[in-house]
Structures are given as C-alpha cells and as structure tokens.
C-alpha cells in the first residue's frame, strides 16, 4: 500500500487507460482534499452501474471524497447496492460473505497494525442497512464490544434495493413495500442508540443532503478510529427504483427526512471531544 | 438519442451545488478561473438531481 505503486512507468504510460492516467496525474492520493474541492480532481470513484438519481452512489461518492487519507484507506463491503459503486473504485477493497465485514474488518486491521506499526491504515466498513442492522448484526456489535479500531458506515436507504425492495429492519414503521403489503408493523431499528451504548467513541446520522456534515462526520470517524476505538455514522440515502419517486426527487426526499426522523445528530465520548477540538479548533460545520 | 445535462454558461456562477448533488463521479468539471462548470456529457445519467439543486436554473436535462 505504498503510494509509489500508482505511478507507472514512464515509457509504459502511453499504453495504460486514460482514467488510470488522469488518476495519476489529478487522483486525490498525497493530497489534502475533501468534499468542497469535488471538481477540480479526479475522484477514486469509477463509473458504476447504480440508477439514475441513487442515493446510495451518491452517499458512495461523498464519503469516499472525505476520506483523509484514501491511498492508506481499505474499505470493506458485503453484498447489497453499495458494492456496485465500492467495487468499482481507485481503493482497497475487499468484499465478504453477508453479514461478514465487521469481522473480516476487526482481523484485517490487526494485521495492518502488526505489518506497518509506524503508519496509519484505515479500515473502513461500507455497507448496506441489510449487512450491518440485519444479517450482520451479531458481528457488527461484537465488532463494538471488543473495541476494534474500525470505522463503521451504515449506508441505509431503508430497504433490500438489490434484491427488488423487501423490508429491511431499517425500514420505517408502516412501509408498504414487498413482504410488507400492508405496510411495516415494527419500529426501525435502533442501531444509532446501539452504537452508542456499545462503546463506539464516535457516532453520526446525517443524509445526503448535507454534504458538508456528511464530510465532517467521516473525516471526524476515520481520524478518531485510528486512536481511540470504533465510530458508526449512518448515512440516510434514499431508493427511487424502489420507493417508487422520480430520481430527480431523492434530495427533495433525504431533506425531507433529514427535517423528520433524520435530523443530524451526534454523540461522543469525553475524550474523543477533546481531541476534536484539539484536531479542529473549534470550527462549526454550517449547512446552507 | 442520449440525455445529457447541459449548462447555460450566461447563468452559471459557479456555486459548486451541483458538484455535490450529483450520484456521478467526475461528471461536473469545475473551472476556476472561468468560475463556471463543464459537463462530460458521456458520463451522465441524466437523472435530473443536479437541476433540482441549481440556484439560477442554469442546468437543464435535454
């Protein structure tokens, strides 16, 4: 994972793909940059085969744009829609059995720890509400317990998107979706509540809306992982394919949620509040 | 016949909005000295988030 192996060999250059040159020559790897520098470098993220106005690829984009340091970054995902997009991407990345990741995680950051003692590397959990609150829950709360120095991000758009919309335990209380046709008849999971009482240093809930907080809460988790313990930040990324609105209303729909049942929200520890301030200087994230 | 995003380049300002609505990575290319945004047309999906979010209405889906 050294930074030298992106950059190829003069004289073979005219033959790599264009994309992997523009990596090189304007990729984010080395540099300082975050969400509010989109557009002027070239992102980590490929193209990918999401639909038109996903919020999960958006909720993709924007995480990996915040990571702080993404050529030491290893991202770990298990099936479901976030895949397409992580798989697809300029990083580490290691896909799992469902339900898997946070164990595969816990194993592969202690590896990293013990092969580069003097360097920070990031592991990084991305998956789905199905792979963290659902089938892997057990592993992602054990994960917690144990006090692994993992970041883990929920990417929840509240429903089993790749497999054609069943209910998922993230979804809200009286969803009409398949295998609920007469709507949801219990609450969504707390996960965020869990997350807090299962020692996790940092946590986070925000929508894709709000790009600024999303940066702030995944440069915050990443850096206060790699000292303290595990954070969790849950990500609201609405489905149009499967709850059925226009792809051009998935931001109208996450600021919806984001003034309801998703209003940002944060918790930390004592200590990790003192080293945010100490990293930040007091700075305030405004949303506009 | 593909759909594409286009930009008024009169009405841009380049506020960067749309940067960040997009699901699409590297469609928008911002141009700092001109102030405005390019489209790589080839990589867009046409979804229609980024004109939702346009303060000046300078992105249109055609």
């Known amino acids: 994972m050294s930074k030298k192996i992106i950059t190829p060999v003069a004289s073979l250059a005219h033959i790599l793909p264009e994309d992997y040159r523009d990596l090189v020559d304007r990729g984010p790897h080395g540099k300082s940059v975050g969400i509010k520098d989109l557009g002027s470098f070239k992102e980590i993220t490929e193209e990918h085969p999401h639909c038109a106005g996903c919020g999960v690829s958006l909720g993709v984009r924007l995480a990996l744009a915040a990571l702080p340091a993404p050529e030491d970054t290893l991202v770990v995902g298990t099936p479901g829609c976030s895949f397409f997009a992580l798989s697809q991407t300029a990083l580490n990345y290691s896909n799992t059995a469902f339900g898997n990741q946070n164990s595969v995680a816990s194993g592969l950051k202690r590896m990293l720890s013990i092969r580069y003692p003097d360097k920070d590397k990031d592991v990084v959990v991305m998956a789905g509400d199905g792979g963290i609150a659902d089938i892997g829950l057990d592993m992602t709360l054990h994960s917690w317990f144990r006090g692994e120095k993992i970041s883990t991000i929920m990417l929840d758009n509240e429903v089993y998107g790749n497999t054609g919309g069943q209910e998922s335990g993230m979804s809200p209380e009286g969803q009409v979706l398949h295998m609920a046709p007469k709507g949801k008849n219990f609450k969504k999971i707390p996960v965020f509540e869990m997350a807090r009482t299962a020692g996790c240093v940092y946590g986070a809930k925000v929508t894709i809306a709000s790009p600024k907080r999303l940066g702030m809460a995944v440069n915050r988790a990443i850096l206060l992982a790699r000292e303290l313990g595990p954070t969790y930040i849950q990500i609201y990324t609405p489905c149009p394919t499967n709850m059925k609105f226009s792809p051009a209303d998935t931001l109208r729909i996450a600021k919806e949620a984001g003034r309801a049942h998703y209003a940002f929200e944060e918790f930390m520890t004592e200590e990790a509040a003192g080293r945010i301030a100490a990293m930040e200087g007091g700075q305030e994230v405004q949303e506009d | ?62």
Do not use: H, W
Request: with cysteine.
């Open chain 2, 1 to 62: 016949m593909y759909l594409s995003v286009r930009v008024d380049t009169e009405k841009c300002i380049g506020c960067k909005i749309c940067i960040t609505s997009c699901p699409e990575p590297n469609v928008f290319i911002f141009l700092p000295e001109q102030k405005l945004v390019e489209v790589n047309e080839s990589r867009c999906k046409a979804c229609g988030l980024c004109t939702t979010t346009c303060p000046k209405d300078a992105l249109s889906i055609s």
